[in-house]
């Protein structure tokens, strides 16, 4: 889904501490604001989480970004979306104008055809 930042920020410490996973591990979060009056969250682990750092830290307020946002429970959260997950979009928006086109070409299909005057011959 493409959204419009309204306020982005990164954080690796809350009140002056690092943020540590259950390893041990120093993380980082992003808190995006779009502007529907819910805040989302994504957790960017130190060892996996590096090349989706390197693509929100450029993020700035007012600019168009492509995310995919999850519901768990009361907490929103976001991703960036992955070459499947953008395969899926693509197909998903192929099927619904299939739908489309299928719903008026049907009846056109269907409707009988007199056959009474072509000839053969005019079709080969």
Sequence with gaps: MKVKIKNISIADNIKGQPMIDKNGTPYKTA???IGDGKN????IGQKYGQ????????WR???????IIEQKGQYFNFKLPNK???????????ER????MWAKVKPLVEKPVDTTDIKIEEIF
Excluded: G, H, N, P
Aim: charged fraction near 35%; aromatic fraction near 10%; glycine fraction near 0%.
């Design 31 to 33: 808190w995006l604001d």
């Design 97 to 100: 104008q299939l739908k489309t």
């Design 84 to 94: 499947t997950d953008l395969l899926e979009e693509r197909v998903e928006i192929l």
């Design 61 to 67: 307020a007012e600019q168009e970004v492509e995310i």
């Design 51 to 58: 090349k989706d750092y390197e693509v929100i830290s450029t």
């Design 40 to 43: 989302y969250s994504m957790f």
